[in-house]
């Protein structure tokens, strides 16, 4: 089964806004991460919650995560034109290795100037 | 720090030909490193888990005689794709299990544009 769905699948909005973007997934976790990918390049990775953390914040960032419901999401604040890209979650599963991810299908942001 | 290149960064081959893609970690290293496909708009998928060395283990429904990989060093690991075909062409993406302190993270190389025509 598809781990780490993300919605919306894309995204628009003006910078200065904020984003929300959501992420499900359907078996137990160790943690869930958020990558970020500009169009043809690698990921970055942007920001780490551990399964016994409920909010995590790093700068602009903030990722909340409810286990109950098996979801996540990732708000950016005051979003920026530079901020355009995609975004992935990835959940790496509790349970024989810990270091396999599984990725999302991305949710496609852009931050119209 | 936790730095991964990828070499080449993009490769046009003919059908046919065997290509291979090297994978680093430039400063740090890496028991463990990943290999990863996206085609145009989608996601990652897994292909595989490169141990060093040991060998690899493989996704469900991956080739393990099409897609060759070697992790002979802490620092490096191979993909080569074997008589490679269109269907093959992709976006090839490694990662590498961090540091110790960065405990679950995986880094990750700038990726292999494959096109193979």
């Known amino acids: 089964s598809q781990q780490g769905e993300e919605d919306p699948q894309a995204l628009s909005i003006q910078e200065g806004e904020n984003a929300t973007m959501n992420c499900s997934y359907k078996?137990?976790?160790?943690?869930l991460q958020w990558y970020r990918q500009n169009s043809g390049r690698g990921l970055v990775h942007l920001i780490l919650?551990?399964?016994?953390?409920r909010e995590k914040h790093s700068g602009r960032l903030r990722v909340t995560l409810d286990t109950s419901k098996k979801s996540s999401s990732l708000l950016i604040t005051a979003s920026r034109a530079a901020d355009t890209a995609s975004y992935f979650c990835?959940?790496?599963?509790?349970?024989?290795?810990?270091?396999?991810?599984?990725f999302g299908k991305g949710t496609l942001l852009t931050v119209n100037p | 720090g936790a730095v991964v290149s990828q070499h080449p960064s993009w490769v046009i081959c003919k059908s046919g030909t065997s290509v291979k893609i090297e994978c680093r970690s430039l400063?740090?290293?890496?028991?463990?490193m990943f290999w990863y496909r996206q085609f145009p708009k989608q996601s990652l998928m897994l292909m595989a888990t490169?141990?060093?060395?040991?060998?690899?283990?493989?996704e469900q429904g991956v080739e393990k005689d099409k897609f060759l990989i070697n992790h002979a060093s802490l620092t490096l690991s191979t993909l080569t794709v074997t008589s490679a075909h269109p269907e093959d062409s992709s976006f090839y993406i490694c990662?590498?299990?961090?540091?110790?302190?960065?405990?679950?993270?995986?880094?990750f190389g700038p990726g292999t544009r494959l096109t193979v025509l």
């Open positions: 990662s590498a299990d961090g540091p110790r302190s960065s405990y679950n993270e995986q880094f």
């Open positions: 078996t137990s976790i160790n943690n």
């Open positions: 919650i551990r399964s016994n953390e």
């Open positions: 990835a959940t790496a599963s509790s349970g024989g290795s810990n270091y396999k991810l599984t």
């Open positions: 400063d740090f290293q890496a028991t463990t």
């Open positions: 490169s141990n060093e060395g040991s060998k690899a283990t493989y």
